[in-house]
Structures are given as C-alpha cells and as structure tokens.
C-alpha cells in the first residue's frame, strides 16, 4: 500500500499529501503560522485570571473555599512544563506526518484545554483546570509552537532568520493582544453577587472562620468587600456586605469563549499549511558558497543530533540566554517602582509602571523579527555573540543606573536604566526566533523541526532555573541587608522599635516585623539606603551565564561529516 493511502480516513493531513504543486505562493505559508503562535503565545497572559480564579466564588472578594493564589499561579508553570515535554517527545512524529496533522492536533489540545478548563471552574474543580490548560493546554502549546517553524524553515532557505522571526514573533505578540481581550471578554460575561448592605448594617456571624447572615432561609455565606473592591466589579459597587456565590466572575464563560475561537482558528491555519516539493527552491535563488562554512548542505537525523557536541552547546546558549532573560523581566517592573519611584515620583508613576510593562512585551516581540531577520545577513553565530557580548556588558550596568538613580535623582540614570532593559528584552525574543535557523544552518533541513522540539527542554529548564535563581539571590541580599543595618542602628531605639531585642533579628525578620524600610527609619543619619542594590547580585549572576554562553557559542563549529544522514541503499529485488 502506498504512503498516500496510509494514512486512512485522515490521509488527506499527512505530509505527502500536501505538498505544494508548481507556482504556490510561499508568502501564503507566514499568515497561518502567525495565527497558530499569536493563539498560543497568549499563554504569557495567564495571570490576567489570577484575580477572578482566586474569588471565583466570593466574586468581589476571596471567600473561604475559593481557591488561593498559590494554588493557581502553578498552572502557567504545568502549561510551560508540558510545552517543552510535548515538543521534545512529539519531533519524531512531527517530522514523520508533517505540520497539518500536528497543526490540527495542536488546536484540540489547546482550545480543548480551555474548554475542559470552563468546566473546571464552572464545577469548582481546579483539578480539572490543571488537566485541561496545563497539561492538554501545554502539550497543545509544544507542538503549535514547533509545527510552523520548521514549515517555514524549509520555504525560505534564502531567509531562514526572517521566517522563524515572523513565526515566533507571534508568539511574543501573543500576550500583548490576549491581555486586553481576556480583560474585556471578563467584564463582558463577569455579574456582581447579590449586595446586602453596609457591614456596619448587616448583623453577621462568624463560624469556623467563615462569615454568615440569618435570612428567612437560613445562615447565609458573605463575604465583606472594601471599597476598592467593590469599586472593581462591572457598573462599580458599593463596600459592604455581598452574598457568596450569587455573583459571576466571567472567568467560566471566558475560558469556553477563547477555547472555541482559538480552535476554529488554529484549525484554520493549520488546513492552510503546505510543505515544499523535495527539490524546490526560490527561483534564481542559490546558496552564497561565502556561507557554507557554517551552513550546511547535508543532514542530521534527530537521534543523531542529540550526540553532537553542537546540538548541547546550543542547548547552553537558548537556556542561558532564556534564564538571563526572565532574571530581568521577573523583577523590571519591581525595580522600577523601587528605586525610581521614591525618587521621581512625578515620573514613574503607576501609569508609567503600566506602560513599561507594556513597552516590554513591544521589545520582546519586536526583537524576535529584527534579531532573526538580521541574522540572514550576519550569520546566526554573529548574532549570538550580540546577545551574548551586548547583553553582559547590559546587564552590568543596570546595578550602576539603579545605584546612581537612587541617588542622585537625575533621569538620565532612569533613561539609561529603560533603554538597557529595552534592548535585553528584544535579545531575549530574538534568542527564540534566531535558534530554529541556526539549528538548520548546523544540522540541515530533514528534522529541523523535532531537533528544535529537543532544544526547548533549554526553556522548560531556564523556566524553573531563573525564578528560582531570581528568588534565592534576592533573599540572599534583603537578608544581608537587614543585618548591615542592624549593625549600625542603636540596640535601645531597636528593642522600642521592634518591641523584642536585636537578639532576636533573625525571627523578626522571618516574620516580615523587621524590614529595610522600617531599619531606615531608625537608622542613623547619612545611612545609604540598600533598596536600590538589592538586585546587584542577580544582575552579575545573569552577566555570568552570558558569559558561559559567549564561549558555548564562541566554540561552536560545523557539525563532524560523520554525523551526516546518508539515504540508504535500495537493495534489488532478487530476479524470479
């Protein structure tokens, strides 16, 4: 039986079936890919739902079974965890039935995600959100993001940096577009709980630490809502007294909404994937022998790959670049209000917070295509010595315009501090769009895409290492903070301060009692506040890792010949 027909009832999705015929147009290819990674990449925007999941029933405030934030916050982590799992596990098959099948399947997962997520939050069952958008969601997100990229790999081998750029970037755009919407479709679908009046007017009775009313009924749950929060529910509200459960935060109705729209799409785009002919090429297109040095002519078959020294040095490169990246985007905007927020407060207000928070997923988008594209014309190993050399000496001068900027209130400090960020944000993006063009630059064509999916286990890991790096350094430096400080304040002014004796620092910092803050202010005068060096140590860790990556990066060179898949032979048929 031919391949043709192998494939059943669904042959019409595998590879050889949709290739190309004469005079496709390849710019027809870009759109689907875009569509299927701007879906995805909303995947950034998670924590848009935090605020509704974590009040889900109490609506205007948290009520005693709603779920907590650190219950919720781990399903963004579940999801990017499978994304790396199902791209590394998936490449053979991806590469085996091509990127409709996987495209198609892609959008199940994923807008199936969403959906059986609906439900878990409809049922009160987090478990089933941890099922739907975690691990179906996730493992839609590792093949919707590596199916495209390979297709377009393969269309353009005259551009191979802008092709991936143009995919990924929708994926860096993602977020940008999702957030709002899922803001709107929130308040759109979101109902106010049932107002009983002020909490000085309503009689309530507390049980097992919950909050109820007597009605005609019977005891009823509510929860007590401040201003601000009632202020925050559609049309506004007043503070008081609401009853749990009679409201609607939307989320429920949100998920099933962004589920259905994100499959139809995603199936879509994926229908509208084609794969080249065997031997086609642009026409009057023909490869720049300047560039063959580190662009290969031959192929490596994906178990091959994993035993190449080039395929683990670049494995160092995306992980250490990813983790030196969110090393800055997990504490910018912290960094921001801290330091430049005592001391221009005119300037860096909470608007101005907002939109550097949006100027960051601007330059993490924007880098992917810029970076990419400009790697078609530099060379991907130039464009990673960009990263790599730039990016180190970036990440040392940021300690220096937060120090500076504390201290002296000038806003160039704030400017420069902003730019550094800016362009380490677009190297961050153009790491990710830039790595699928040099893996086929090292190891051809045939199995670019699964090799890619192997390679981004780089991000699952940088996923975990760079909070947790981010989280420890940090603790590291408040804890050594607060005991400078203590060295230096009276040991009376402390024990009236504290109400316990500086012997006890250790137990009172524990419980938050003691801050920098609150040392500062029995500190003596001329006492330089260590606010704005607290992230000094995470900086120099992150220019570290650059530099690992630097010679990673620095050694790399073409793959051995080897390596090299070889078509076997045709063995003849014995004559009868």
């Known amino acids: ?53 974590t009040r889900e029933l109490g609506v205007v405030a948290s009520a005693a079974n709603d779920w907590s934030l650190s219950s919720v916050v781990w399903i963004f982590s579940v999801a990017i965890v499978f994304l790396g799992l199902a791209a590394a596990f998936a490449g053979k098959w991806l590469e085996k039935v091509g990127p409709r099948m996987v495209g198609l399947v892609a959008a199940f997962l994923w807008g199936g995600g969403f959906i059986i997520g609906s439900f878990g939050i409809a049922s009160h069952q987090l478990w089933l959100i941890y099922l739907g958008y975690g691990v179906l969601g996730g493992c839609g997100l590792g093949l919707g993001y590596v199916s495209p990229v390979s297709t377009l790999i393969r269309w353009f081998p005259d551009r191979r940096g802008m092709a991936t750029g143009m995919a990924i970037m929708g994926f860096g755009g ?66 008081g007294v609401y009853v749990v459960g009679t409201g609607n935060t939307g989320a429920a109705s949100t998920f099933m909404t962004l589920g259905i729209v994100y499959f139809i799409v995603m199936v879509i785009a994926a229908f ?43 494995w160092v490169m995306l992980c250490f670049n990813v983790t030196a990246g969110i090393g800055v985007i997990g504490v910018a905007k912290t960094m921001m209000s801290e330091i430049y927020g005592t001391t221009m407060p005119l300037i860096v207000t909470a608007s101005f917070a907002s939109t550097y928070v949006l100027m960051i997923s601007v330059f993490n988008m924007g880098g992917r295509f810029f970076w990419a594209s400009t790697s078609d014309y530099i060379g991907r190993k130039n464009t990673y010595h960009c990263f790599f050399v ?25 400017i420069g501090f902003y730019v550094a960020t800016m362009i380490i944000f677009s190297m961050y993006g153009g790491g990710f ?144």
């Open 433 to 576: 769009a830039t790595i699928p063009a040099y893996l086929a630059d090292m190891f051809g064509t045939m199995h670019v895409g699964g090799i890619h999916g192997r390679l981004l286990t780089a991000w699952s890991t940088a996923g975990v290492l760079g909070p947790l790096a981010i989280t420890s350094l940090r603790e590291m430096s408040v804890n050594r903070a607060i005991s400078d400080l203590a060295s230096k304040v009276d040991a009376s002014a402390f024990a009236e301060k504290f109400g316990a004796p500086l012997a006890q620092l250790d137990q009172l910092a524990a419980a938050k009692t003691v801050t920098i803050a609150r040392l500062m202010e029995i500190a003596p005068q001329g006492t330089i506040d260590p606010t704005p060096s607290l992230y000094n140590t995470t900086m120099y860790c992150m220019a570290a890792l650059l530099v690992i990556g630097f010679f990673a990066n620095l050694f790399i060179r073409p793959v051995k010949a080897h390596h090299n898949y070889v078509e076997p032979k045709a063995v003849a048929e014995p004559a009868e």
């Open 390 to 414: 730039l990016g180190t000496l970036l990440y040392l001068s940021i300690p220096y315009f937060a120090t500076a900027g504390a201290a002296g209130g000038s806003t160039i400090y704030l």
């Open 272 to 314: 509208s994937f084609r794969v080249p002919a065997a031997d086609w090429k642009p026409e009057g297109w023909e490869p720049k022998p300047a560039a063959s040095g580190m662009i290969t002519k031959n192929n490596v078959h994906i178990d091959q790959a994993l035993k190449t020294p080039q395929f683990w040095q670049m």
């Open 1 to 53: 039986m031919s391949n043709a027909n192998s494939g059943g009832a669904l042959s019409f999705l595998m590879k050889e079936n949709i290739v190309a015929k004469p005079g496709f147009n390849r710019w027809l290819v870009p759109p689907a890919s875009i569509a299927i990674h701007l879906c995805i990449g909303s995947v950034y925007a998670w924590s848009v739902f935090n605020p509704p999941l």
């Open 174 to 239: 993602g977020a940008m577009i999702a957030a709002p919407v899922k803001g709107w479709l929130l308040s759109v679908f979101s109902k106010a709980p049932e107002y009983l009046g002020a909490s000085d007017t309503v009689a309530t009775v507390t049980e097992a630490g919950r909050l109820f009313v007597e009605s005609a009924a019977g005891k009823v749950e509510v929860v007590i809502a401040s201003a601000a929060q009632a202020a925050s529910l559609p049309g506004g509200g007043e503070a």
